[in-house]
């Protein structure tokens, strides 16, 4: 996708919306994990630097059109202070004369960030008076939230049909790993997907089958692949009505698709359950599979070596409980370890790669869930498509 971008634009004197994700989880009143923000800083200080007046626009949580306290983004605004050399200003509401006149009164060099945009439901339903409305505020608008690109709502699709609409840093970085470096991939190009569910993965799957030379499967779907295999899953998690899907998967796949070799079992759903290593075959009635074996991360590891590009996306095994967090943490360091390009496609994955503490071997953590997996999906997402094309 070759959007406009920050750089293509003149933004000195002018007034710039711009829409981030500050969607942080907020704990007593106050911002609990910065990520997020972090995220946006290069942005924001490139414009500051440039000579324009900022006016953000972000939602949080999801209040479904109300107004709530606890979804307010006035924390945020105040925690933004302590990161920026700039006056950070509030507004209670994106909407009326409160941000008509905020936005009014801004200065060049100043940041004004207005309250959650999912307090109006016109938000999500991608309201054009809405849009019209927030646009009415700045004379440019800069998209920089990629985790909301997946969806059309009016602060990033509706805005972007009323002015000129280019992509910030961290939303081009984005395009540059999970659109071009992914299309263009340098091979070996091995896959890795975890999580919960085939079912939502299938997609992913079917789309990475067709563009890598290898796609590891691991976390609660490969039991799926092993229940679709004739192996008694006794207690483990099993989705029945995907069992179909993962035949039809193993036999387009062949030995493209790399199921597990061990696994580790548990005696119940907890993080000091008697647990212990089986090979692949059934689960003995009272015991369920929480992980991945160390044999099946040496497996990974030795396919990873070669590799010149790893896509990561989803957990190996229920990695909030330590015992069964190895699997994910081995596969981590494995592709932290490979001399390749590695992307991190967003959701679990990106919290296991922070607590194994490897974020800074990798060259690419995505700041988006859904989107991301709609982009490896090979879906064009409406946030992006609605950006000026050079």
Same mark, same amino acid.
């Given at each position: ?5 920050? #750089?293509?634009?003149?933004? #000195? ?32 200080? !490139? ?15 999801? @209040? ?14 105040? !925690? ?14 994106? /909407? &009326? ?30 309201? @054009? ?5 927030? *646009? ?21 699709? &509706? ?17 540059? !790993? ?16 975890? &999580? *919960? ?22 976390? &609660? ?30 036999? $387009? ?5 790399? /199921? ?5 079992? *548990? ?32 497996? !990974?590891?030795?396919?990873? #070596? ?16 330590p015992e069964f967090a190895k699997g994910t943490f081995g596969v981590a360091k494995a592709v932290a370890a490979a001399d390749a390009v590695s992307i991190i496609g967003g959701g679990d994955s990106v919290s296991a790669?922070? $607590? ?35």
């Amino acid at each position: 996708m070759n959007k406009k971008t920050l #750089k293509d634009i003149d933004v #000195k004197g002018k007034k710039v919306l711009v829409r981030v994700d500050f969607n942080v989880p907020i704990q007593d009143g106050k911002v609990a994990d910065d990520t997020r923000i972090r995220a946006a800083l290069p942005t924001l200080k !490139y414009l500051l630097d440039e000579g324009a007046a900022l006016i953000l626009t972000s939602h949080l949580g999801r @209040p479904k059109g109300e107004a709530k306290p606890e979804f307010s983004l006035a924390p945020v605004a105040e !925690y933004l202070g302590s990161l920026v050399d700039a006056p950070v200003k509030f507004a209670p509401d994106c /909407l &009326g004369d409160v941000a008509k006149n905020a936005a009014a009164e801004l200065k060049t060099g100043e940041i004004l960030l207005l309250e959650n945009t999912r307090f109006h439901a016109g938000e999500t339903k991608n309201d @054009p008076a809405m849009a019209a409305e927030l *646009a009415s505020l700045a004379d440019v608008f800069v998209n920089d939230a990629f985790g909301t690109a997946h969806r059309a709502h009016a602060s990033n699709v &509706g805005v972007s049909e009323k002015l000129t609409a280019v992509a910030g840093f961290l939303l081009e970085k984005e395009l540059k !790993y999970l659109g071009e470096r992914i299309a263009n991939a340098e091979r070996p190009f091995v896959a890795i997907i975890g &999580g *919960a569910k085939v079912s939502d993965k299938i997609g992913v799957i079917n789309n990475l089958l067709e563009k890598t030379d290898k796609v590891l499967i691991g976390g &609660g779907m490969a039991n799926t692949f092993f229940k679709a295999q004739g192996y008694e899953m006794a207690d483990s998690l099993v989705e029945a009505e995907a069992i179909d899907t993962a035949k039809d998967l193993l036999a $387009k796949a062949g030995d493209k698709l790399q /199921l597990p070799v061990d696994m580790v079992v *548990a005696d119940a759903f907890a993080g000091d359950a008697n647990f212990k290593t089986i090979p692949v075959g059934n689960v003995d009635a009272g015991w369920r599979v929480l992980d991945v074996g160390e044999a099946t991360v040496n497996a !990974y590891a030795e396919i990873l #070596k070669s590799a010149k590009t790893v896509v990561w996306n989803g957990p190996m095994g229920v990695f909030e409980f330590p015992e069964f967090a190895k699997g994910t943490f081995g596969v981590a360091k494995a592709v932290a370890a490979a001399d390749a390009v590695s992307i991190i496609g967003g959701g679990d994955s990106v919290s296991a790669i922070n $607590k194994s503490g490897l974020q800074d071997q990798v060259s690419h953590i995505s700041t988006g869930g859904g989107a991301s997996l709609e982009m490896l999906e090979g879906k064009v997402l409406p946030g992006l498509a609605a950006l000026a094309d050079k």
